[in-house]
C-alpha cells in the first residue's frame, strides 16, 4: 500500500513535507513495475516525465490543490506525451499531439500523472475484458472483473497504484467499477466536464469524471477539472462552485427517493439488496425521509441507450479507416474500399465492430424513425420521469450493479447478458444527470467483495449528491477498507 | 419506327452552387481558412480538428454563420430561428472524420425568391429552395503537383473544414443565359456582400445544373428527360455552355432513340466541348443524417437576424434600379457605381452634399476612375472627400469652371484636400461671369470683326462661331456660354 494513498492525504502530506512528491510518485511507479503485469491496470506509463513533474512540486515549482498527487489516467483520454490507445489496436501506436482540457487542468492542479489506465475497447464493455491488449483484475478478487469501462482506472486506485484516477462514464463506466473495487465515483452532469480530449465514444452521453477511495477526493479532483471549455461547444457556461467548502455539511430535511420500477428488476443479488436496504436505513437514522418515486420508462432504457450509443459510436468511430492515421492493414488491397474495411476488420475486435453495425443499421434509411427517432423520444421521456421524481426528493438511491463484480469470462459469451448490468446506470446518462457510486457494504465469506450504492440528483446538483453521499460515508467504515492483495499467491 | 417530331419544348434548370466564404478562420476550428489563402502549401492549413483526430471536437465559426445569413437575406430567404448540425456519412479518403458536417431538415437559409435581371433588362423570378452551410472536403489527387504520374493517391486537406455555403434553387431556369446571368448575379452579390471573393479559378463558387426538358412531339404528347446533373462547373462560360450542350445532348437523345435517359451524373469535357456520362442516380446514396451531438443549435434572434439585416443594406440590383428610375443615370453608369458596396457608398456621400446626380456620376466615372487606375485603388481609398466630388460638381453646374477643368482639380486634391473653389482660382481655372467684362470683349470683338458681323447678319451662322472664337480669345476665363448667349443677343439686336 502507499503510504498515503487518498488525494486529500497525499497532498496535505506533500505539503506539510512529511513525504515528499518524488517519493510518493516513485512508490507508485514502483508498484506499477513490480505488480502490475498481473493486475493490468495499467496500460502505459512514462516514468521519467513523472518524476520530473513530482521534482518540480517538490522545488516548489508546481503547486495547486493536487501538488504531487500521484493521479492515473484513463487511456481514452488524450496527453500529449506517450500513447493513448483506447486499449484498441486500431490506437496502439496513436499519439495525441495535445492534451485533453482534464488533463491540463490536473497539471495545472499539480498533479503527476503517473500512467494511463486499461479500458474495454474505445469504452465498450462492463468489464474491460473487451480490451484489446489484457484483461484487468480485480484488486479484491483477481479472479472476477475489475468491472468497465474504467476497469483499469478503479485497479489502479484500489490496489494503490496511485490515489485518484480519471475515467470516463457513457453507460455507467465510471460508477460501475468504483462500485466493483470499492471506491467513489462520479459522473458529473453532462456538459460540466470537457469532453475535449476524450475519444469519443458516444458523444451525447460521454462524460469524464473522477474515480477514488473518498467522497472528499472526488470532490477535489472535480472542483480542478469542473467548468467551462471553449474548446467544447456542449461544455456548460456557468462557472462550477466549489465542491469542498460546504462537503461536511449535512443535507436538513433530506428527501431520498427509492425507485418503484427498480424493485422489479430481477437478477439483484440478495447481498447487494440488504447492504442497500442498510444503507437506506442509515439515512433514515440521518434524518432523511424516504419517498417512493416512479421511473415509469426504466424498462426502455437500456434498449433506448444501446441505440443511442452505437448510432453516436458508428459514426465517431468512422475516422478509423487506415488512412489517415490508426491502424492500416498491411495485406495487399486492390482498391481504397477494401483498404478501408481490411484496416477496420483487423483494428477493431469484436465488440466494437457489433455496435458499429448495430449503429450503422439503426441509422440507416428506412430505419432511422424505427430506431434512432424511437430512442430519442425515449430520452424525452426518461428526462421527463426523473423531473418529475426530483420534485418529490433530493436525491435517488439504488444499487449501482446489480451484483458485486463478477467472474472473469462468466458473461462474455452473452453480449446481451452483459448489457443488463448496466440497468441502473444508464438511464443517468440519457437524461444528463448526475450520480455518484459510494461503497456501502460487503459481500460476506472469505473473499469479500465490495457493493457500491448510486445516488442521482438532478442536473447541475453535484454539490448536493456529493454532501449527501459524505452524510453517509461520515458514519460508515466501508470506504476505509482495502484489499489485501497477494497477487503472484492468489492467481492460479 | 415512328419519326419524332418536336414541336416545342421546355428547359427545366435548376442549379446546386457552393460558395466558400472568405471567413478567417475555418467552419470549426480556429485554423486558418483555404478561401482566402489560395495556393498554400500542401496540407498547411491544417490542425488536429480539420485532420479528425481522436478527442478532438468541432467549434462553430459565428463569423460563417453570419456570412450564410446575409446571403440568405440578400437572395430573400427565409432565416430559420432554429437550425441544427448534422453528419453526413460517406467514406472517402479526403473527408478525415468519414462524415461531414452539414445541415439536413433544418437549414440556416429557407425559402426565398430572387429577382434576376436579365441583359434585355426584363426581370425574371428564381425561387430559392435552400441555403445551408457545412465544411468543404480536402482534395485527394491522383497525379503529383506539376502533372508527374505516380502510383499512389495523395491528399491535400487545406481545403477541408472550408465554411461552404450550398444554395439550391428550384428548377426555374429556362435557358443557358439565365443560368449564367443569376450565376454572375450570385457572384457580385456575394463580393458586395464580402463575404466571399467568388473568385471563380480559385474554387470559391462551384456551379451544379441540374437539367430536364419536357419535349411536345407532333402529336402534342410531352415526354420529360431524366433529370440530369453537371458536376463542378466553376466558369460562368463552361456553366452557360455546359448547360446548353445538356439540354440538346437530351432533346436529340430523345429524337434519334426515344429514350429519356436515366438520372444521372454528368462531367464537362471542355477539350470536347461535351458533357460525359459519370454515374447512374438510380438509388440515392444513403448518407445517414443524424444530428451531430459535438454542437448545439443556432437560434437566430430578432435582435441579431435585424443586425444582420442592417449589414446587408441595399443590394446591388436595387440600387442599381433606382440609380437609373430616380437619378436618370444610365444602365451603365449605375451598374459602375453600385455594384462595388464601397463605390456606391462613397457616390451616395457625395449626393448628400447636394449636387447633380448625374453630374456627380460622370466626375466619378471618368477622373475618379481614371485615378483609381492610376493608383490601383478602390474610390474611397484614394483619400479624396465624397463632398469635393460634390463641390467640384457644383462648380460646374453653377458654370464656375469649365466640365474641362474638373480634371485638373481631382489631380490637386490628390495631393493635398482643398475646397475645390480654392483650387480653381490658385489654378486659375475660374471662369469670368461678370457681364460687364464680358460684354466690353463682345464690343471689341464686334468692332475688329465688320465682315464677320456682316455675314452674321446676312444670315450665315457659322460666322457666330469665328466672333464667339475671337471673343474669347480676348480675355482668359471667360464663361463661354454666357458668352455665346450675349454675343447673340447683341447681334440680333
Known sequence: MLLYDTVISARDAVRAKDISAVELTRAALARIEEQDQLLGAFNSKDSARALIQAKAVDDGERTGPLAGVPIAIKDNICTSWGTTTCSSKMLENFRAPYDATVVRALEDAGAVIVGKTNLDEFAMGSSTENSAFKITRNPWDQKRVPGGSSGGSAAAVAASRCCGALGSDTGGSIRQPASFCGLVGMKPTYGRVSRYGLVAFASSLDQIGPMAWTVGDCAQVLNVISGHDRKDSTSVRDAAPDYIANLEKPIDRLRIGVVKEFQAIAGVDPQVKSAIDAAIKKYQSLGAEIVEVSLPHTDYGIAAYYIIAPCEASSNLARYDGVHFGHRTSEQVNDIVELFSKSRAEGFGPEVQRRIMIGTYALSSGYYDAYYNRALQIRTLIRRDFDEAFRQCDVILSPTSPTPAFKAGEKTADPLQMYLVDVFTVTCNIAGIPGISVPCGFTSGANPLPIGMQLLGPVFSEEKLLRVARMFEATTDFHKRRPVMDIQASVE | ?493
Open chain 2, 1 to 493: 419506327m415512328p419519326e419524332r417530331v418536336v414541336q416545342s419544348y421546355r428547359v427545366l434548370v435548376g442549379m446546386e452552387i457552393h460558395v466558400q466564404l472568405a471567413t478567417k478562420s475555418k467552419m470549426f476550428t480556429g485554423c486558418a481558412n483555404a478561401a482566402p489563402n489560395f495556393g498554400a502549401e500542401p496540407n498547411s492549413l491544417v490542425d488536429e480538428q480539420v485532420l479528425g483526430l481522436p478527442g478532438t471536437l468541432p467549434v462553430m465559426n459565428k463569423k460563417a454563420v453570419e456570412y450564410s445569413i446575409q446571403v440568405g437575406l440578400a437572395l430573400g430567404c427565409q432565416i430559420a430561428k432554429h437550425s441544427k448540425w448534422d453528419r453526413k456519412s460517406y467514406y472517402y479518403p479526403d473527408l478525415p472524420k468519414n462524415y461531414q458536417i452539414s445541415q439536413y431538415d433544418l437549414p440556416l437559409c429557407g425559402e426565398g425568391s430572387f429577382e434576376l435581371t436579365l441583359e434585355d433588362g426584363s426581370t425574371k423570378t428564381i425561387r430559392i429552395r435552400r441555403a445551408h452551410l457545412e465544411e468543404d472536403a480536402g482534395k485527394l489527387l491522383h497525379d503529383a503537383p506539376g502533372g508527374f504520374k505516380i502510383d499512389h493517391s495523395i491528399l491535400d486537406l487545406n481545403r477541408a473544414g472550408t465554411p461552404l455555403l450550398e444554395i439550391v434553387t428550384e428548377p426555374d431556369f429556362e435557358t443557358p443565359e439565365q443560368v449564367r446571368a443569376f450565376g454572375q448575379e450570385l457572384q457580385r452579390l456575394v463580393q458586395f456582400l464580402g463575404v466571399s471573393e467568388g473568385q471563380m479559378q480559385m474554387g470559391h463558387m462551384r456551379f451544379e445544373p441540374n437539367i430536364n426538358v419536357h419535349i411536345t412531339d407532333g402529336d402534342g404528347k410531352v415526354h420529360k428527360t431524366a433529370i440530369t446533373e453537371i458536376k463542378n462547373l466553376n466558369s460562368f462560360s463552361v456553366l452557360e455552355r455546359a448547360t446548353a450542350y445538356e439540354i440538346q445532348r437530351q432533346i436529340h437523345e430523345w429524337i434519334e432513340t426515344g429514350s429519356l435517359g436515366q438520372k444521372a451524373t454528368y462531367g464537362w469535357d471542355e477539350s470536347s466541348g461535351a458533357t460525359f456520362f459519370q454515374r447512374p442516380k438510380e438509388k440515392e446514396q444513403d448518407y445517414r443524417y443524424f444530428p451531430d451531438p459535438d454542437l448545439v443549435p443556432v437560434d437566430v434572434d430578432e435582435a441579431w437576424l435585424s443586425e444582420l439585416k442592417n449589414q446587408v443594406g441595399e443590394l446591388p440590383a436595387t440600387r442599381r434600379k433606382r440609380y437609373m428610375t430616380a437619378l436618370g443615370l444610365s444602365e451603365a453608369e449605375a451598374a459602375a457605381l453600385a455594384n462595388d458596396r464601397a463605390t456606391g457608398d462613397f457616390y451616395e456621400k457625395a449626393l448628400r452634399h447636394g449636387s447633380s446626380a448625374k453630374r456627380v456620376a460622370n466626375l466619378l466615372l471618368s477622373h475618379g476612375r481614371r485615378l483609381c487606375n492610376e493608383k490601383d485603388c478602390t474610390l474611397s481609398e484614394l483619400g479624396i472627400l465624397p463632398e469635393r466630388v460634390a463641390e467640384i460638381a457644383s462648380l460646374i453646374d453653377q458654370n464656375k469652371i469649365a466640365a474641362s477643368a474638373a480634371g485638373a482639380v481631382f489631380d490637386k486634391l490628390m495631393e493635398e484636400d482643398a475646397p475645390p473653389d480654392d483650387i480653381a482660382k490658385a489654378l486659375g481655372l475660374l471662369q469670368v461671369s461678370d457681364t460687364g467684362a464680358i460684354d466690353a470683349a463682345i464690343e471689341a470683338a464686334i468692332a475688329a470683326n465688320p465682315k464677320a458681323v456682316a455675314d452674321f447678319k446676312g444670315g450665315k451662322q457659322a460666322a457666330l462661331g469665328s466672333l464667339t472664337g475671337a471673343v474669347m480669345k480676348s480675355a482668359k476665363g471667360l464663361n463661354p456660354k454666357l458668352v455665346q448667349e450675349r454675343l447673340r443677343a447683341k447681334l440680333s439686336s
